[in-house]
């Protein structure tokens, strides 16, 4: 099949970062594997940054495997790949109006796939007419979704997590 077809055909986004072609996809059950283990890589390596070592293993002990493929069946979940390798994931609900994370591999931060998942799932949000997107961020991403165009709406607590609630308005 002719590549453009291909990414036709599965409902695919793609983008080139670097001279390398990512693509944006609908993750499947396959996935579930690499999301959890690519989130423990996310959680230990970037969020321990902001966070206490105690609030990192508090947040570590809850990932995996069986909780992505518990989650898949819950709510939206896109993935980036480069050379068919995992290097980030989004997970969202437009009937809720809120998107749960994204993590991008630390190899491959700065090179704006976070943006491509979130744009991702914002045009799935637009496309339902939804008025506001809504998120807790981590510590880490504050600034991230600051230029995306969120506001800071207040400080909650998940445990030793301290995350920010943060709105996003789409009129």
Same mark, same amino acid.
């Given at each position: ?8 055909? /599965? ?14 996809r ?16 996310v ?12 609030? *990192? ?21 896109? *993935? ?9 994931f +989004? ?5 809720? +109006?809120?998107?749960?994370?994204i ?7 700065k090179k704006? *796939? ?11 949000f /637009?496309?339902?007419? /939804? ?6 961020a ?14 800071? *709406? ?7 997590i ?9 009129r």
């Amino acid at each position: 099949m002719i590549p453009a077809l291909a990414v036709a055909a /599965r409902n695919l986004k793609s983008a080139m970062v670097d001279n390398t072609e990512i693509i944006i996809r609908k993750a499947e059950m396959d996935d579930a594997k690499a999301i959890a283990e690519l989130h423990k890589k996310v959680v230990t390596e970037i969020n321990s940054e902001s966070y206490s070592p105690e609030a *990192i293993e508090e947040w570590a002990k809850d990932i995996s495997e069986e909780n992505v493929l518990y989650q898949l069946q819950n709510s939206d979940w896109i *993935i980036a790949e480069a050379d068919d390798k995992l290097v980030g994931f +989004g997970q969202y609900s437009v009937a809720d +109006g809120e998107i749960y994370q994204i993590n991008v591999d630390p190899n491959f931060l700065k090179k704006k *796939i976070g943006k491509k998942l979130y744009d991702y799932m914002e045009s799935k949000f /637009r496309g339902a007419v /939804r008025e506001k997107i809504s998120l807790n961020a981590t510590l880490n991403a504050v600034g991230f979704y600051q230029k995306l165009g969120f506001v800071e *709406i207040q400080e909650i607590h998940m445990g030793l997590i301290k995350m920010i609630k943060m709105e996003k308005s789409l009129r």
